[in-house]
């Protein structure tokens, strides 16, 4: 385990900037009685969430359940950026006077619907651009995902639940952004949202490097699609070879068994995902930085200067809970996971 405490520095003072509404109330009013913000957001299936927490004042806002709205966060000397964009789901007031609001995103939508459906001859993606037009979700950017003979979604899981499912079977992952888009595509390293410097920027930093959960992951799927022709996917088959697929090398060998995998190529596409997962998996971290709302869930940040170089380098954001407390600052805590290794 490498553990990393930043050097003592002279920070630049710099003023948190936030904006939030729900309801019919202004940003203003907001900013007013506003004492705490908290949000949370990750891969899914987990859902996104906000508690905005508001002072014992008369004119305080009165949010509803229902009411939309948005949380914006940044710092003076740029435009607060949004985390999250939703709904009100709960509202909490006691006899003291604070009111707990808590609002979530198109996650929490999707993970309270449910239905039944069959999908036939579709990719995944198209599978989650109608989950979510169902659930009354805007999507953003939806890549194509494996090639599913047939996909069967059934109420006794959450169409949230289905979406990271289909998710697996095409080595992607599924988020919802700050504007409230979902998004289905592969974690990938691109260019860094932001950069954090040890002394400068950097709060806390512990990195955790242990042995992958799996060496070589082997998928097997059901159907004769392999063998037989796409039309094939009902048939049982005598020999699991061609909807069966194999990724990644080592020990620990895992055999994994998807009935939805009923193509060779979804199975090879489910393998090569877990892989992947698995080698994201070996080295993580937990950042903890002055407010940071341009890391969001799915992007990149960069690390320098840190005296053990493992601590460097480009890291994937896998969650993120900014935290704002306006007699204390606003901080960021991420959960990396490193995206060269």
Do not use: C
Not at 106 to 124: I, N, T
């Amino acid at each position: 385990m490498s553990s990393l405490l930043a050097a003592p520095s002279t920070p630049s003072v710099r003023k948190p900037a936030f904006a939030v509404s729900f309801g019919s109330a202004s940003a203003d009013d907001w900013a007013r009685a506003l004492s705490s913000i908290s949000v949370e957001a990750g891969l899914a299936p987990a859902v996104d969430a906000a508690e905005v927490v508001l002072a014992a004042r008369t004119d305080a806002p009165s949010p509803a359940l229902g009411d939309t709205g948005s949380v914006a966060l940044g710092f003076g000397d740029d435009a607060p950026r949004p985390v999250l964009t939703g709904s009100v789901r709960a509202v909490h007031r006691t006899v003291h006077g604070k009111t707990r609001v808590v609002a979530s995103n198109g996650s929490a939508a999707l993970a309270s619907f449910r239905v039944d459906q069959g999908y036939e001859q579709r990719k995944a993606g198209d599978i989650v651009t109608d989950l979510a037009g169902r659930a009354g979700v805007e999507v953003g950017s939806v890549d194509a995902g494996a090639d599913l003979p047939y996909f069967v979604v059934d109420g006794r899981s959450s169409v949230w639940e289905h979406v990271a499912r289909l998710a697996e079977l095409s080595g992607f992952a599924a988020w919802v952004d700050g504007d409230e888009k979902l998004h289905f595509g592969p974690l990938q390293v691109g260019s860094p949202a932001q950069t954090f410097t040890y002394a400068e920027d950097v709060l806390e930093l512990d990195a955790i490097e242990a042995p992958p959960a799996l060496g070589s992951v082997t998928v097997v799927g059901e159907g004769a699609a392999g063998s037989k022709g796409s039309d094939a996917w009902s048939w049982n088959a005598k020999d699991a070879s061609p909807v069966k697929a194999t990724s990644g090398s080592g020990d620990p060998a895992v055999v994994v068994r998807m009935p939805a995998a009923r193509s060779s190529d979804a199975a090879q596409a489910a393998a090569d995902g877990l892989a992947a997962k698995a080698k994201l998996g070996g080295l993580t971290a937990r950042l903890l930085v002055p407010g940071a709302p341009k890391a969001a869930v799915a992007s990149t940040v960069e690390i320098k200067g840190a005296p053990d170089d493992k601590l460097n380098g480009s890291w994937l954001v896998r969650g993120v809970r900014h935290k704002l407390v306006k007699s204390q600052g606003y901080t960021t805590p991420l959960l990396l996971a490193n995206g060269t290794s």
